[in-house]
């Protein structure tokens, strides 16, 4: 067993002030052997000043830089400190660490580059609204047509990558809204990625990112963003 | 084309290209973003000077006034402009990006150094 691996989980923060300290608190209690970076994206209210006080390891981004930009940094960091497995977690109580080491092993024992923490495995836990999943099973029909591997939770944010699948998202890495594009690149790219199930939660408190009003701009903008994906890709993919 | 009309063409492309240079001097443009500009302006005189390019260029392209075609070829080169703005931009932005980043990951760094070293913060927040 590689007891020794060094993990990092990475929680995007972005005024989380009603679920971050939880959120820590709970991943120490039940990962103490691993490492974890919450990354404040230049929050508006008291997150900044919550995680100082309660002493956490965290980046502050002095401007804020979306999801992508502020995981990817993340990822940068991890890079950088020599990390071998990356997690990346929501900052809201939506994913549960007792879930961690089930996305972690895949890729610890290196049959994945990826492994994505999924909902829709064994339909356990909170399923997210009907419109989401309509959303979500488009987007997962996108990706299949686009580079034929078959993800069930495109969308999660829960998600284990390797050494190799953390240096590429450090130098390539989606803006917005990113999970979805970066699976499709990771697959495109060559990477093995694959699915675990675990249990989600609904969000603890605080606002989603996403809000219905935006989910038509969401799905526009990822579908294209899929696209190009999958006409810029190929060529990186054939020149190496 | 009147030579009022003709007059006040050269006038503009000249104190287009004028501002352009002013610009440039004065260092509130860089060269690289003033190259698309300087075209437009020196063709834009050119037409002026010699409007037998403009009866050439729109017999060419069957355009029925001359002054319609230097309308469009103007419309083209702002498009052209507007695009390499945008490019520009995005550049700016996935540098700035970068920047943010190498940033905050230094930022860490200083505070773990000055905790390691024991040297009091400027920046607690105050409660």
């Known amino acids: 067993m590689q007891t020794k691996a060094k993990i990092l989980v990475l929680i995007p923060c ?50 804020n830089l979306g999801i992508g930009g502020g995981v990817q940094c993340g990822y940068v960091y991890a890079v950088a400190n020599d990390y071998d497995v990356t997690v990346q977690m929501d900052g809201d109580g ?4 007792a879930y961690l080491m089930d996305i ?49 939770d495109v969308t999660s944010g829960f998600r284990a990558t390797g050494r190799a699948m953390t240096a590429y998202f450090a130098r390539n890495y989606a803006a917005d809204y990113p999970e979805p594009e970066s699976n499709l690149a990771a697959c495109l790219a060559g990477f093995r990625v694959g699915e675990a199930p675990v249990i989600m939660q ?7 990112s996403i809000s219905s009003f935006k989910s038509a701009y969401y799905m526009i903008k990822v579908s294209l963003s899929l696209i190009i994906d999958r006409l810029s890709i190929k060529k990186i993919h054939y020149r190496s | 084309m009147s030579d009022k009309f003709q007059a006040f063409m050269i006038l503009g492309a000249l104190v287009l290209l004028v501002i352009i240079f002013v610009l440039l001097k004065h260092g509130k443009m860089t060269v690289k973003y003033s190259l698309l500009w300087l075209c437009l302006s020196l063709v834009l005189l050119v037409f002026a000077l010699f409007p037998y390019v403009v009866y050439v260029l729109r017999d060419l392209m069957g355009v029925e006034m001359p002054v319609n075609l230097v309308f469009m070829l103007m419309f083209c080169f702002v498009l052209l402009v507007l695009l390499s703005l945008s490019i520009a931009i995005s550049q700016l932005a996935e540098k700035s990006k970068r920047l943010t980043q190498a940033n905050a990951i230094l930022e860490k760094r200083v505070r773990e150094l000055e905790k390691a070293l024991g040297t009091p913060t400027d920046n607690t927040p105050d409660h």
């Open chain 1, 14 to 63: 972005y005024n989380e002030e009603a679920n971050i300290v939880k959120t820590v608190e709970r991943l120490r209690e039940l990962c103490p052997q691993v490492d974890y970076l919450v990354i404040n994206d230049c929050s508006t209210d008291r997150s900044a000043a919550l995680l100082k006080e309660h002493g956490y390891e965290y980046l502050d981004l002095p401007v």
């Open chain 1, 202 to 208: 609904e969000r603890q408190g605080g606002v989603s």
């Open chain 1, 104 to 152: 972690v092993t895949p890729v610890l024992n290196g049959e994945l580059d990826m492994c994505i923490g999924s909902r829709f495995i064994r339909h356990e836990g909170f399923q997210t609204s009907f419109m989401r999943r309509v959303g979500i099973r488009f987007l997962s029909g996108m990706i299949f047509l686009l580079c034929g591997q078959r993800l069930l």
């Open chain 1, 94 to 97: 939506q994913h549960d660490p």
